[in-house]
């Protein structure tokens, strides 16, 4: 019988592959073994794993020269780093890439050999470790002189229908600058308008919570500074429904018309006067209210939760902006005659860290397959969007983080097209 390690025997040629989340309980490095043992953190089970040899990626790769996979995987200057080495950093959260199913030393066991493997987490690590049914990851560099770089990652949480007896709930808990924690939160609306079980605009409506100035010490001067901080979710629901939070601009004045608009349909109230100039817009907003009123048009209100990137991971996700496996985070769509890029979404996994002050950032994101298939939020059907839930937690002493200015910037979803679309 041919070993374990025979190239010829665990090979799987067309074999689909898979990035898997694994929460490893064992390494057992023995040179006849080689594998680990751990909890597959999306599904619960538990398997063996161990990484490929040279000859099986060549078999997988038959294009690729021996050159190139010894230096990936044995000479190289970021050689792939050996299983020994992540146990000696104490990875207890380990991320496989292009992994294929095998025959393992366990029979009764799944099995399976992996190209790269990547640490997310160390037993040393504060860490929250999010499944996440709709993600996105937005990076931008700043190219021009003063700008600075965008990155983070947007959660999606499910949408509740809109009714007159839960809609004030709805704002309030949805606006919550804290999390069920009490930790300081980063919310978005969404503002989920469905006609015949379909998405009545062409892009949905997203409604920022207002801020406040704080007063923090500044070490520099010695003295008090002001700082903007998201503001509590009463402030924010007070200034959208009086009419009294100025738009940032267009897109936003529209979006405020639309939501006020539909939020006094639900009510029951008169229609809010529209604040924007254009008469296609005003046109737009009643009809919304109307529709909304006779409910034609049902109104589901959803959730995005913003998280930034830590100091260091910053660094590193920005160096990936612009590569393949993150194009799909925005993809082309038509509007009119325009086609542009607008923000889509995929199943995914966050590791946040804490700073001090209990706000979470993000220490890594990736999404469940390598190169998965992403959508706008237009298309989806948020209201059976699982909730993000934890898969993993890892509580030790805080430690203390630095970070010179957190970046709660955030994307546009969808187009610019204010049309109506019923």
């Not at 959660?155 to 709805?170: T, Y």
């Not at 939501?259 to 907003?285: H, L, Y």
């Not at 991971?313 to 607008?342: L, Q």
Request: aromatic share 6%.
């Amino acid at each position: 019988m041919s070993s374990k390690f025979d190239a010829n025997s665990s090979i799987a040629k067309n074999r689909p592959t898979e990035r898997l989340f694994v929460e490893v309980t064992k390494y057992d490095l023995a040179k006849t073994t080689g594998f680990v043992t751990g909890r597959n953190l999306i599904t619960g089970e538990v398997i063996d794993i161990r990484l490929n040899t040279v000859d099986e990626r060549l078999s997988d790769r038959p294009s690729a020269s021996k050159k190139s996979v010894d230096s990936a995987y044995v000479s190289g200057a970021y050689a792939r780093e050996t299983l020994e080495k992540k146990h000696n950093r104490k990875s207890n959260i380990l991320v496989f890439d292009d992994c294929v199913s095998i025959e393992g030393p366990d029979k009764t066991i799944t099995a399976y050999r992996s190209h790269w493997p990547t640490a997310m987490s160390a037993e040393s690590t504060q860490i929250k470790i999010l499944e996440a049914e709709a993600m996105h990851i937005k990076l931008k560099k700043g190219l021009e002189e003063g700008s600075r770089d965008t990155a983070y990652v947007e959660v999606v949480h499910p949408s509740v229908k809109a009714e007159r007896d839960n809609v004030d709930h709805l704002l309030s808990s949805i606006f919550s600058n804290k999390d069920e924690d009490g930790n300081p939160a980063h919310p978005a609306i969404l503002l989920d308008l469905r006609f015949k079980g379909g998405a009545a605009l062409p892009n949905l409506p997203r409604i920022y919570p207002d801020t406040v100035q704080e007063a923090v010490y500044d070490s520099a001067t010695g003295g008090m500074k002001s700082i903007s901080i998201t503001a509590p979710a009463e402030v924010t629901v007070k200034r959208l429904l009086d009419g009294s939070r100025e738009p940032k601009n267009g897109r936003d004045a529209i979006n405020l018309d639309y939501f006020r608009a539909v939020i006094a349909a639900v009510k029951g109230e008169e229609q809010p006067d529209p604040t924007s100039p254009s008469a296609k817009v005003r046109s737009n907003t009643a009809s919304l209210y109307q529709m909304v009123k006779d409910k034609t048009i049902d109104v589901h209100l959803g959730k995005i939760s913003t998280y930034s990137f830590g100091p260091q991971a910053r660094k590193t996700y920005i160096n990936e902006a612009d590569k393949k496996h993150m194009s799909g985070f925005h993809v082309n769509r038509k509007n009119g005659e325009e086609v542009r890029p607008v923000a889509a979404f995929a199943h995914g996994v966050v590791a946040l860290g804490q700073f001090e002050d209990g706000t979470y950032y993000v220490r890594d994101a990736k999404t469940i397959e390598a190169y998965p298939s992403t959508k706008p939020l237009n298309e989806m059907n948020l209201s059976t969007v699982q909730s993000p839930k934890v898969i993993f937690e890892n509580k030790i002493a805080k430690q203390s983080e630095l970070i010179a200015e957190k970046d709660n910037k955030q994307s546009l979803d969808n187009s610019d097209d204010n049309r109506l679309q019923f």
